[in-house]
Each structure stands twice: as C-alpha cells, then as structure tokens.
C-alpha cells in the first residue's frame, strides 16, 4: 500500500484508481471485519486521498453508530472538525472502522458487527478499541486511518497489529464531532503506516477549534517540516513498571533501550510510583464519565427508540440495546457519582490523578522523553480475556497518559511471529520529540 505521504504526490485520477483497488481489497479481506461496511465511491470526494474513519467520528451526511445498536438509523449531521480539516487538506473520509461499543474495550470484541480480526495472525484480537482502523492499516486495506484513544484505544491496537499510532496531547485536537466517551481524557488521533504519515495528519487535524472549549489555543501543529532523526534525547526508562509485563516485552524493552544507547540517546533511570493505582483511577473517571455521557441515549433525546407500554418501559427496552460491557459501565460510574460515594470514589479518583500528573511532570523535569512498553502482552486469542477485570487490568502502560493529558506515540519495534510496540510519552504539548524519538528509531530498526 502506498504511505500517506507518497499518495500526497499521487494526481486526481490515479487516486481515484487506488480507491477503486482499495474497494476491491476491502472485498477480498472483509474476512477480516475490519471495515463496517465496504467504502463506496463519493462525486463530492473525487481526487481526495482517502483516509478510514472510526465509526465515533462524525462525518456529515454518513451513517454513524459507535458499533452500537442503539444508533443504529443515526446519520451525523455535521462533521467532526477532524475529518473537516482532512477535507481542506484534499483528503476524505472513506469507510468506517469497526470498534469496541462506544469505545469501550481492548480488543474489538464487543462491537455490535462482532469482532475484527488481526491480520497477522486471525485467530487473534487486534487490540481495541480502535481495532478496525488499526487491523485495516496493518493490512494494507487503508492508506491511514483516525482513532480515538480514551485510555490507549490508539496505541494499543497499533501495538497489537504492528503499525504507528499516536495520541495527541489533550486539547491538541479539537473533540467536536467525537461521540463522548469519557470527555476529559480522550483525543482524536492518527493510526498510519509510518512515523512521517502520523506527522503529517497530526498537522493537519490539529489547532484551535472554536466549538471545543476544551481545545487548547494553539496554531495547528508542524511537526512535519521539522521532523529530524539527529537529535540526541535524554530518555527515561521505568524498569520497576516494566517488570509486570510478559517476558517477550520486556526483552523488547530492553533491546530498545540497547538500540536507543547505540544511536547516541542518553538512557537516565527514573521510577513511577503506586503504578497498582492507575487502573482504579482510570476506570473509575472513565466509568463515571461515560455514565453521564451516556445518559442522552434515551430514546426521546438521542438512539433508536424502542417504545412500550409507558415511559419507563421506553426507556428500559431502548437502553437494552446497549451491549453488556457498556451497561456495565453505565451501571459503575452511576454508582461512583451517586451522593454517598462521590467523596470515596470518585474525587478520590481525581487526585490520584492529580498525583500520577505531578509523578510525570518530575519524571519531565530531568527528561525528553520516557519510554515504555504500549501494552504488557502481544495480541491475546479470541475470547482469552476472561473478565472484564482482566481486560483492565491489560491498560495498564497506556492510561496514565491519559490521566496526565501527555502525547505519546506506539511504533512497532517487533514485527514477528507478534508486533511488539513500544511508545515514547512527551511532554505536554511536545509532540516534536516524540516524533523525532520514533522517527530515528523507525529508520535505526529499518522498518
Ligand atoms: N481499554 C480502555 C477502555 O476500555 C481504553 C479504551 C479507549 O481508549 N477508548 O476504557
């Protein structure tokens, strides 16, 4: 497949050409489940390089649905700023890449489409929950593709399928016309093929948006122009954390480490404490979060109503359509909001955050950049992951970055029998470093 960057070159009829090709592979590959539907040709999008999007991103007059029942008949009726500003770089939305409900999930599992399967080796996940975008790139079946990472829904498939994927920092990308998960950790983000296609979308989704209030107000990124292999970083490495993961991932950490040392980085120790409080911090913000986010879908506001006999029936028999992880969650995040619990739990919660922000921000203040492994495993099997718990409990290098707000970027530093991903984690609002950290690295490891 050709890279973003070389389809940027490409004229007005070869491109519609490769989307025809692309149409045909999609067919080829629909074993894969990576696509929700197969894309179709658009006279409004003639000459546009196109670009997979997460089926939680809107993109005016299509279907959208979060791999949901209960949008199923919902068509958007206005544009994510994101995928707006694809459009002013002569790009366009083609596709929609299948996902975890509502983005909740690791491993493209709970979509109602049913699962994705990883190209490189199908009888396992791909990772979650942007795992169609993330499958569809690993598989030469998008030239790149948008996600979204809440706690890692971006870097972790990249990590499973074996391509790039990069989490802006907070507030980089404006979140209008993201569907809400949990509002004040996810981002809109790049999967791609390489480090120079991540680079190259981060500039162009990136900047200001008046209809986020959220977004920070900053020029649009130009990472792309600057990008420069030559630098020599101070690069922290977390070896305690590093010991919860399988031993293949940590002989991956280490062989990096070794190979960072060899281009010339300076390597510092540093340590991130009470790391066992990630998780309940995360989950409990995400949970809390989402139930309020997803109050809307009630069938009088937002989602396909199913009626009753009276109101409460309406609202019973049109919230049953979501999927059991999302109940779940809908369930736990009530509860941690509710009046005798809110001090327990949830702004308990907040200033663990808090403190996991401040661990990062000293970690920063003798570093460039820290590098981590993206996730503690390789791509589990089909339903190998027993419980939700476990499914948690498998976030564990991805979330404190969303806790935080930082950007962090997965590159593959394993590619076989499993990808193996690696990310390196920036400073707030330093995408540059890490992208010049991962670009020597890719070009160093010949990818
Ligand atoms: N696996 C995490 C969750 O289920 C992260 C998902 C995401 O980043 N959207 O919440």
Redesign the pocket.
């Known amino acids: 497949m050709l890279t973003l960057k070389q389809a940027m070159a490409l004229h007005a009829n070869e491109i519609e050409s490769l989307k025809e090709q692309m149409i045909h592979d999609i067919k080829e590959q629909q074993e894969l489940n990576a696509y929700i539907e197969i894309p179709e040709l658009n006279e409004n999008d003639k000459g546009k390089i196109p670009i997979l999007i997460k089926d939680n991103i809107c993109v005016k007059d299509s279907k959208l649905t979060c791999a949901s029942k209960i949008l199923h008949g919902y068509v958007s009726p206005y544009s994510a700023t994101a995928v707006a500003k694809l459009q002013d770089s002569n790009m366009c939305a083609f596709g929609r890449a299948n996902m ?1 409900e509502f ?4 491993t493209t599992e709970k979509s109602c489409y049913g699962r994705t399967k990883n190209s490189n080796d199908t009888s396992r996940v791909p990772g ?2 942007s795992g169609g975008s993330a499958a569809a790139v690993a598989a030469n079946i998008a030239i790149a593709s948008l996600g ?6 971006i870097r ?1 498939p990249a990590s499973y399928c074996g391509v790039v994927g990069l989490k802006p920092t907070y507030g980089r990308v404006s979140r209008y016309g993201l569907v809400a ?2 509002s004040s950790l ?1 981002q809109i983000g790049p999967i791609t093929q390489n480090v120079e296609d991540a680079s190259i979308l981060l500039d162009i989704i990136s900047g200001v948006c008046n209809k986020d209030s959220t977004s920070a107000n900053l020029l649009p990124t130009k990472t792309f122009d600057k990008l420069n292999p030559k630098r020599l970083l101070k690069i922290a490495i977390l070896e305690d954390f590093v010991k919860e993961a399988h031993q293949v991932v940590q002989n991956a950490y280490y062989d990096t480490i070794k190979t960072l040392e060899n281009m010339g980085h300076s390597i510092i120790k540093a340590q991130m404490l009470d790391t066992a409080h990630h998780i309940s911090a995360y989950y409990i913000i ?1 949970m809390a979060e989402a139930s309020a986010n997803l109050a809307r879908f009630d069938g009088v506001r937002y989602g396909n109503r199913i009626g009753g006999q009276n109101l409460q029936d309406l609202y019973f028999n049109t919230r049953a359509q979501f999927g059991d992880e999302v109940q779940k969650r809908i369930l736990l995040g009530s509860f941690v909001l509710s009046s005798g619990y809110y001090d327990a739990y949830y702004l308990k919660a907040q200033k663990v955050r808090e403190l996991i922000r401040q661990q990062y921000a000293s970690i920063f203040s003798e570093c460039d950049v820290i590098l981590l492994p993206v996730a503690p495993n390789v791509a589990p099997t089909f339903n190998a992951t027993k419980s939700s718990l476990e ?2 409990l498998s ?1 564990i290098y ?2 404190g970055v ?1 806790l935080a707000g930082l950007p962090a970027i997965s590159l593959p530093v394993v590619k076989k029998p499993l990808p193996i991903g690696m990310q390196f984690i920036g400073n707030m609002f330093d995408e540059q470093t890490i992208l010049d950290a991962a670009f020597a690295l890719e070009q160093n490891l010949g990818n």
């Open positions: 975890d983005g909740m999930g690791s979650g929950s979204s990472d809440t706690g890692g829904s972790q998960y949990s996810e995400a499914m948690y976030d991805t979330i969303n």
